[in-house]
């Protein structure tokens, strides 16, 4: 059974950093893309970040480009979102999720809040 | 690069069809047949019903059919029971330099 388990979210300040996680379990994690999406309270699903199943391939939402990075670690089967500079509009349920070969989410974790407030 | 245009809100009766558009450009719905469906319950991940346009997951009822005119897309839901009220929705790949984007949600009531 395929399983996305995200961790790491909660309360921060403007300004400051969080490191989101997600383990993967039930499938070849080495084989498939991996993805962020994230969805602020009372509003739609907005796609963060994008990693190839080698890495070789990064994209990122204009939204969070140059603050957030994204990484992953085969080996630990495990799925990276490090956040830097957070505004109060980053505040949302950030997902994992896994990428099917034509961009289709096909598995999704149970998400991760993260309130950047002071 | 802007959401994927969908209504806000559809209703429909119980037994009834009803239909979602997704409306893009030619940079992504128009030019590729990368769409994908999702379906939302409050509190919960969103959950994949549709994707490649017109394909159903193994397990997604059939009740459930996607297909694409141009640059717009559609769901339609026939014979609605209570579980499908739900939020839905639409992706697409994009050929700009962020590859992928969401439509901005449409609430499904069953009325």
């Known amino acids: 059974e395929v399983q996305l388990v995200e961790s790491g979210g909660g309360l921060v300040k403007p300004g400051g950093s969080l490191r989101l996680s997600c383990a993967a379990s039930g499938f070849t994690f080495s084989s498939y893309s991996m993805n962020w999406v994230r969805q602020a309270p009372g509003k739609g699903l907005e796609w963060v970040s994008s990693i190839s199943s080698s890495s070789s391939y990064i994209y990122y939402a204009d939204s969070v480009k140059g603050r957030f990075t994204i990484s992953r670690d085969n080996a630990k089967n495990s799925l990276y979102l490090q956040m830097n500079s957070l505004r109060a509009e980053d505040t949302a349920v950030y997902y994992c999720?896994?990428?099917?070969?034509?961009?289709?989410?096909?598995?999704w974790g149970q998400g991760t809040l993260v309130t950047v407030s002071s | 690069q802007s959401a994927l245009t969908q209504p806000a809100s559809v209703s429909g009766s119980p037994g009834q069809s009803i239909t979602i558009s997704c409306t893009g450009t030619s940079s992504d719905v128009g030019g590729y047949n990368y769409v994908s469906w999702y379906q939302q319950h409050p509190g919960k991940a969103p959950k994949l019903m549709i994707y490649?346009?017109?394909n159903r997951p193994s397990g997604v009822s059939n009740r459930f059919s996607g297909s694409k005119s141009g640059n717009t897309a559609s769901l339609t839901i026939s014979g609605l029971q209570a579980e499908d009220e739900a939020d839905y929705y639409c992706?697409?790949?994009?050929?700009?330099?962020?590859?992928?984007?969401f439509g901005g949600g449409t609430k499904l009531t069953v009325l």
């Open positions: 992706s697409s790949y994009t050929s700009s330099s962020t590859p992928l984007v």
């Open positions: 490649d346009v017109s």
């Open positions: 999720a896994r990428v099917g070969r034509n961009w289709q989410f096909d598995y």
